[in-house]
T-cell receptor, first 114, second 112 residues
Framework: GAVVSQHPSRVICKSGTSVKIECRSLDFQATTMFWYRQFPKQSLMLMATSNEGSKATYEQGVEKDKFLINHASLTLSTLTVTSAHPEDSSFYIC??????????FGPGTRLTVL | KQEVTQIPAALSVPEGENLVLNCSFTDSAIYNLQWFRQDPGKGLTSLLLIQSSQREQTSGRLNASLDKSSGRSTLYIAASQPGDSATYLCAVKETSGSRLTFGEGTQLTVNP
């Protein structure tokens, strides 16, 4: 089956630093990847849609200069949280869409900003 | 704008019970509907995917139905087990694109 990995699974950083999260589709090529964030006891909120080789499309209210997304290849997308603050602490989940447009989700990355 | 609602928000049942989780969506023009399971601190596991032309899908003890015209889906879990304890999320994919809109989830606890 389609497998999506994320790295790291957990990261703790100081306020003001930048953190990069990787999302990889391991056994299929994904022209589209999605980034979600999830606060405790809440559902997933789509942050941005990432297409390989083009700029990401951000959802309303998501700062594109703060959450930098790069989708350089058909198997890798990265999310960089720049100048992180405690309110950015959350669970970040990526998904990758296969040729049938079905989304497969990564295991998530827990970000804690001190 | 599509909105997805799940009821109940939380459910606690004794082991062995059959149960139903509900999902409703406001715009019936959907491409498909998907049920996921999420364990605490983990990612999502897809359980069942129902295309808009289908009325139900079954996998083991799970059965999901879709009534597109009324904007409803149910997930039926037969003979519940403690291992079924998790949060269950419903998501719809809109016809116009590939984005998923999620409900808030139902947190299920099955007590031994």
């Amino acid at each position: 089956g389609a497998v999506v990995s994320q790295h790291p699974s957990r990261v703790i950083c100081k306020s003001g630093t930048s953190v990069k999260i990787e999302c990889r589709s391991l056994d299929f090529q994904a022209t589209t990847m999605f980034w979600y964030r999830q606060f405790p006891k809440q559902s997933l909120m789509l942050m941005a849609t990432s297409n390989e080789g083009s700029k990401a499309t951000y959802e309303q209210g998501v700062e594109k200069d703060k959450f930098l997304i790069n989708h350089a290849s058909l198997t890798l997308s990265t999310l960089t949280v720049t100048s992180a603050h405690p309110e950015d602490s959350s669970f970040y989940i990526c998904s990758a869409a296969d040729g049938h447009n079905e989304q497969f989700f990564g295991p998530g990355t827990r970000l804690t900003v001190l | 704008k599509q909105e997805v609602t799940q009821i109940p928000a939380a459910l606690s049942v004794p082991e062995g019970e059959n149960l139903v989780l509900n999902c409703s969506f406001t715009d019936s023009a959907i491409y498909n509907l998907q049920w996921f399971r999420q364990d605490p601190g983990k990612g999502l596991t897809s359980l069942l995917l129902i295309q808009s032309s289908q009325r139900e899908q079954t996998s083991g003890r799970l059965n999901a139905s879709l009534d597109k015209s009324s904007g409803r889906s149910t997930l039926y879990i037969a003979a519940s087990q403690p291992g079924d304890s998790a949060t269950y999320l419903c998501a719809v994919k809109e016809t116009s694109g590939s984005r998923l809109t999620f409900g808030e989830g139902t947190q299920l606890t099955v007590n031994p």
